[in-house]
């Protein structure tokens, strides 16, 4: 095809146009906001929440998942306040079995009053690991989801090793759970160093969960099975996050149990490496 001078030159001032809009078109596209589970900063967090939600929001985060510290007996409205000067939003909140057992309409005015959309159950004790007990905790999860969905909350189960490793007849917890958990109800919050501790493939999990996944909680692993802050370890976040899209997921919250005092050095760390590779 020919092309005469003219369309030259419109050509390639359309293309200078586009190459120097490009930088402020990439810099126009929004990053997803980061989280943290608050339960990393937990120390910092009781004596002192506010001053702690500043020195998180100041190293970027834009979300908080509340979770240990006490925070349940805090003033929530308080809370929701320093929030919204720091804008920060917190979208789920952790609660234990018992609290949900003993009075699920205090644990709906919590999350509401924190600006949560879902609620997390985080962890369950010993004796409910027993695969029969199990069984009928998953009726209660059940349940409680259908309450929350009336009160406009979500649910969502947040995992530890033991679900993969506790078997019966060869199914393990998790099986029984993404079997007999009401999929339209009940979310999963998928812990990837805990689901790799116990010896899975995350990116298999996340296959197999598609539109599932309602958060990721990331924090690295070292070669010798420690915690670590995020890119101080082994796992590749990078080629696991690709999948986001087929995961369904929404939020990504850095936690690290067992972060180092004094903590916020862990947590921008975290942070700084999710940034670089594009999280």
């Known amino acids: 095809m020919k092309i005469d001078r003219r369309q030259w030159l419109a050509g390639g001032a359309a293309l200078a146009t586009t190459l120097a809009a490009a930088p402020l078109m990439a810099r126009g ?10 339960y990393t900063v937990r120390e910092l967090f009781a004596p002192d929440p506010i001053g702690t939600l500043e020195k998180v929001a100041a190293i970027g985060y834009r979300e908080v998942e509340y979770g240990g510290g006490g925070y349940d007996k805090m ?3 308080a809370l929701r306040k320093a929030m919204d000067r720091l804008d920060l939003v917190s979208p789920s909140i952790h609660v234990g079995y018992d609290a949900m057992a003993a009075d699920l309409g205090a644990v709906v005015r919590m999350a509401k009053t924190l600006g949560a959309d879902t609620v997390v159950l985080p962890w369950l004790t010993p004796e409910m690991r027993d695969p029969q007990v199990f069984k009928r905790a998953i009726g209660d999860f059940n349940r409680w989801a259908g309450q929350f969905k009336e009160a406009g909350l979500g649910f969502a189960y947040h995992n530890h090793d033991f679900e993969f490793t506790v078997k019966a007849e060869g199914r393990s917890l998790f099986d029984m759970l993404v079997a007999d958990a009401d999929p339209a109800l009940v979310g999963i919050e998928l812990d990837l160093f805990w689901a790799i501790a116990a010896g899975e493939d ?14 990721y909680h990331v924090k690295d692993r070292t070669a010798d099975g420690k915690m670590a802050s995020v890119g101080a370890g082994t796992i590749d976040f990078a080629d696991i996050f690709t999948l986001n899209a087929q995961a369904g997921v929404k939020h990504l919250y850095v936690e690290n149990d067992q972060a180092p005092a004094p903590y916020l050095p862990d947590i921008k760390a975290s942070f700084d490496h999710l940034r670089r590779i594009g999280a």
């Open 29 to 38: 596209t929004p990053k997803r906001p980061i989280g943290l589970q608050l």
């Open 75 to 77: 003033d929530h409205a």
């Open 202 to 215: 995350p990116k298999a999990l996340i296959a197999r969960l598609p539109g599932r996944i309602y958060a």
